[in-house]
């Protein structure tokens, strides 16, 4: 009853907002927001929170899911006008409430993603230690690599193996062929199996 309640609230509410803001006048240019929804995993939700965003008229341009132990954790690029994006940062957090999610929202401007030039892939099977994403993730600060992407993963058994997966950018070819040479020489160091492959490339450097 108290459910019910609740979404009867939260609809009426989410009326009013519309009308509120349908009366204000703001810039024609599309207005992008990052939002992280992080809560306890169970049937429908991811389908709650994205019918909620068209519900407001946003759009979803990217996304990613991830599901760590018993909680997910779903990020979204939404762009949609400024009557839109200033709906949802009104009703979400109440929605959030509701299904019993942390949400954290934030606007980006558009054109402020990093200049990519020498995009790569790197894959790695290491025999797991403490800080071991660490070694990598330092190997491209110092190369002036930008992470775009990053996942891993734990393997159990004798030994234990993790398995890294990062999607970065370089400034230059001549910078990704330097990564490439201290790649190699990380990975013997670890005795990990690892491959750089260079975006839209066919031959694959296995290290």
């Known amino acids: ?9 939260f609809y ?17 240019s599309p207005v992008h927001l990052v939002i992280t929804a992080l ?33 997910f954790t779903f990020v979204m690029l939404l762009s949609g006008s400024a009557n839109a994006i200033n709906m949802i940062e009104s009703t979400l957090p109440i929605k ?9 929202m934030k606007r980006t401007p558009t054109g402020s993603t990093p200049v990519r030039h020498e995009g790569f892939s790197l894959t790695v099977d290491v025999p797991d230690s403490p800080r071991i994403i660490e070694r990598f993730t330092a190997l491209l600060t110092q190369h002036d ?7 891993t993963r734990a393997h159990p058994g004798t ?18 062929a ?8 990380l990975c013997q160091e670890l005795s990990a199996q690892g491959t750089l492959q260079a975006d839209g490339r066919q031959e694959t450097d296995r290290l």
């Open 145 to 151: 690599m930008h992470i775009a992407e990053l996942m």
């Open 12 to 28: 009426v509410y989410l009326k009013i907002i519309s009308k509120t803001l349908g009366n204000i006048t703001l810039s024609s």
């Open 178 to 185: 330097d990564l490439a040479y201290n790649f190699q020489q």
């Open 1 to 9: 009853m108290h459910s019910t309640a609740c979404q009867q609230f």
């Open 159 to 176: 030994p234990a193996i993790l398995s890294i997966r990062i999607h970065a950018y370089g400034s230059s070819a001549k910078a990704l």
């Open 96 to 104: 959030g409430a509701e299904l019993e999610l942390l949400i954290v």
């Open 39 to 71: 809560g306890s995993d169970r049937a429908g939700i991811v389908n709650t929170i994205t019918r909620h965003v068209s519900q407001c008229g946003c759009n979803i341009e990217d996304s990613r899911l991830a599901l760590l132990g018993g909680e």
